[in-house]
T-cell receptor, first 113, second 117 residues
Framework: AQSVTQLGSHVSVSEGALVLLRCNYS??????LFWYVQYPNQGLQLLLK??????LVKGINGFEAEFKKSETSFHLTKPSAHMSDAAEYFC???????????FGSGTQLTVLP | DVKVTQSSRYLVKRTGEKVFLECVQD?????MFWYRQDPGLGLRLIYF???????EKGDIPEGYSVSREKKERFSLILESASTNQTSMYLC????????????????FGPGTRLTVL
């Protein structure tokens, strides 16, 4: 069974500041990990994914995430926040034969001018 | 590009009505999913399907049913809509194959915001 914990349901940063959104997972098999972004009244869009090829994963819009097996973490970062980054972000895990994704509860990112 | 479309972006129905939400994907994906999303509760899985005419209950199937007669189409049915089914409904699809990595990466439609009065 898999589970995902996103620490902080709301995160606020100033424009130009570092964005750090935390995700910890639990999985009994080697996981596949995903970050999705959701803008208001839209569906989820894939930001990036970890598929065991490289521990540091680069995604769209300048985001990246690092897979740390020892910490069971997959935190999302961006060096400099833009106003357009304001959205809700979801971490998700799948693994083994499970075709489903297990989603975290989401983190709402606010970017302050 | 994978495209998942949903029949309506916004829908308003009355209590007791039968409601159909349609989802179509164009990438020949085997797996399709219906979620509902409510503030503070994240995404909750209602039903999913791994093949035509196959369905399995998710975490919150009560009050819903589904139909998958063709591979590309997955319908969510509210037999008798109630006000507590007012929500955002999201459809997603995925492939079992891991050709490009990210096995079971899900692709989402734009969502249907359903209001039941």
């Amino acid at each position: 069974a898999q589970s995902v914990t996103q620490l902080g349901s709301h995160v606020s940063v100033s424009e130009g500041a570092l964005v750090l959104l935390r995700c910890n997972y639990s999985s009994s098999v080697p996981p596949y990990l995903f970050w999705y972004v959701q803008y208001p009244n839209q569906g989820l869009q894939l930001l990036l994914k970890y598929t065991s090829a490289a521990t540091l994963v680069k995604g769209i819009n300048g985001f990246e995430a690092e897979f740390k097996k020892s910490e069971t973490s997959f935190h999302l970062t961006k060096p400099s926040a833009h106003m357009s980054d304001a959205a809700e972000y979801f971490c998700a895990v799948s693994g083994g034969s499970a075709r489903q994704l297990t989603f975290g509860s989401g983190t709402q990112l606010t970017v302050l001018p | 590009d994978v495209k998942v479309t949903q029949s309506s972006r916004y829908l308003v129905k009355r209590t007791g009505e039968k409601v159909f939400l349609e989802c179509v994907q164009d990438m020949d994906h085997e797996n399709m999913f219906w979620y509902r999303q409510d503030p503070g509760l994240g995404l909750r899985l209602i039903y999913f399907s791994y093949d035509v005419k196959m369905k399995e209950k998710g975490d919150i199937p009560e009050g819903y049913s589904v139909s998958r007669e063709k591979k590309e189409r997955f319908s969510l049915i509210l037999e008798s809509a109630s006000t507590n089914q007012t929500s955002m409904y999201l459809c997603a699809s995925s492939s079992t194959l891991s050709l490009a990595g990210g096995r079971y990466e899900q692709f989402f439609g734009p969502g249907t915001r359903l209001t039941v009065l």
